[in-house]
């Protein structure tokens, strides 16, 4: 195992905040690398520079989501160039992703208005629209491989839904979102082995993670759909009682599964989420369906959940 991360959304912060969160990633939860999100390049790349300083490995991920193709793709042009100058001071130390799950967060490849619309289309007919996405899939990261690879000479992935069938060739690692749940379970530990072995590639998972209540293992990357998004505020829809350690058991159990698998590593999603607030009222307590390992509280501040101590556990293990 090379890779232990996280993952980091960094929009619309201050830069003493991600600094502040970057030091906590590298020395109290023992990462050794942190994938970077953010739709903005000048705060992308100036939370890279910080983490490199401090010795963590960096994924650079630039957002698009509902952006159209052609502003994506301008856009990974910018990013792809000013992570080269990363590279080059800090050599084998930045790695370049392309994008995420294209087939919902980018407009064209399904029809749809927004990443949200085009992602409960797939949930539905994923059959249906199987061999379009891989159709327009292709296509689309055909053109954003040329883009990156033209700027940036480092190693560069795209981060793949489950259900998206990148040719890796193109690739110089394999990186899936790749979450567990009831539906999955009995066939996850085949499907990580293949994607580990049959491409001849280094992979990592680019995403896993659930929530913390009852049952959110059986629900995996569906754990955030027990909030009604439509009430005002956004409020829990039934019981699910706030239960942090079921988020702390799946994490560590699939770590180590990817331990015993040798997978190159990880990137648990993810470490904040601050529109997920926890509050103490449980019909309110969005954070219970998120997934960070720090949880938002109402007065702007985080608190590390179980998962978070669990992980560090782990990751002080394998030092």
């Not at 793709?73 to 590279?87: G, K």
């Not at 489950?162 to 749940?181: C, G, M």
Request: hydrophobic share 45%; charged share 25%; with cysteine.
């Amino acid at each position: 195992m090379n890779i232990r991360g996280i993952s980091y959304l960094v929009d619309e912060m201050a830069l003493e905040d991600i600094q502040r969160g970057l030091t906590i990633i590298a020395e109290d939860l023992q990462c050794n690398a942190v994938m970077l999100i953010c739709r903005d390049t000048t705060q992308l790349i100036l939370a890279a520079r910080f983490a490199l300083d401090i010795g963590l490995n960096v994924y650079l991920r630039p957002d698009a989501t509902d952006r159209t193709q052609s502003w994506m793709l301008a856009n990974l042009a910018e990013v792809a160039e000013a992570a080269e100058t990363l590279r080059r001071h800090h050599p084998d130390r930045v790695t370049l992703l392309v994008g995420s799950e294209f087939s919902h967060t980018v407009p064209g490849v399904v029809p749809g208005p927004k990443s949200f619309a085009r992602l409960w289309l797939i949930i539905r007919y994923r059959r249906v629209l199987r061999r379009r996405i891989d159709r327009r899939l292709h296509k689309l990261l055909t053109r954003t491989v040329a883009v990156a690879r033209h700027r940036f000479h480092g190693p560069i992935t795209y981060s793949a839904a489950a259900w998206e069938n990148p040719d890796w060739s193109a690739f110089d690692l394999v990186a899936v979102s790749l979450y567990r749940a009831a539906r999955n379970h009995s066939t996850y530990g085949d499907r990580l082995h293949a994607l580990a072995h049959d491409h001849g590639k280094p992979m990592v998972v680019s995403e896993f993670g659930c929530g913390a209540f009852t049952a959110a293992d059986q629900r995996g990357a569906g754990s955030f759909q027990i909030v009604d998004w439509f009430a005002n505020p956004a409020r829990i829809r039934g019981d699910h009682p706030r239960d942090e350690s079921v988020q702390a058991r799946y994490l560590t159990e699939l770590i180590d599964l990817y331990n015993a698998e040798g997978i190159h590593g990880y990137f648990v999603f993810t470490f904040t989420m601050p529109d997920f607030v926890h509050r103490a009222d449980p019909q309110f307590d969005l954070d219970k369906a998120g997934f960070a390992v720090m949880a938002a509280l109402e007065d702007g501040t985080y608190r590390p959940k179980q998962a978070f101590r669990a992980i560090a556990d782990r990751h002080n293990g394998a030092t």
